[in-house]
């Protein structure tokens, strides 16, 4: 069974840090792209970061470039997201997922989620 499971969240103050995991099983990810999404209450899901460890690609969403570094850690099989110098508007529910194709509409394997809260 597929399994991707988020954690690392909490509530911290703006200007602070937090470091996501998502633990990958049931399968290889190799090849695929993962990543994070992320969605604040009342609002569409929207594109934080990914990563393709195969092409060495990375990308970030405009509005964490800068701030947030995602890696991986081979040897445990998960994926973290470095998020610095949080601000209120980066409170959301994040997402961890896996796809071929790294479009919201289209990903291949969603986590459940972890609640970032960020206070001004």
């Not at 937090?18 to 569409?44: D, I, N, V």
């Not at 690609?57 to 994926?79: E, L």
């Not at 980066?90 to 291949?108: G, H, L, N």
Request: glycine fraction near 10%; include cysteine; proline fraction near 2%.
């Amino acid at each position: 069974q597929v399994q991707l499971v988020e954690s690392g969240g909490g509530l911290v103050q703006a200007g602070g840090s937090l470091r996501l995991s998502c633990a990958a099983s049931g399968r290889t990810f190799s090849s695929y792209t993962m990543g994070w999404f992320r969605q604040a209450p009342g609002k569409e899901r929207e594109f934080v970061a990914s990563a393709n460890w195969s092409t060495g690609n990375t990308r970030y969403g405009d509005r964490v470039k800068g701030r947030f570094t995602i890696s991986r850690d081979n040897a445990k099989n998960t994926m973290n997201l470095q998020m610095n110098s949080l601000k209120p508007e980066d409170t959301a529910v994040y997402y961890c997922a896996a796809s071929w194709v790294f479009d919201y509409r289209v990903i291949d394997y969603w986590g459940k989620g972890t609640l970032v809260t960020v206070s001004s």
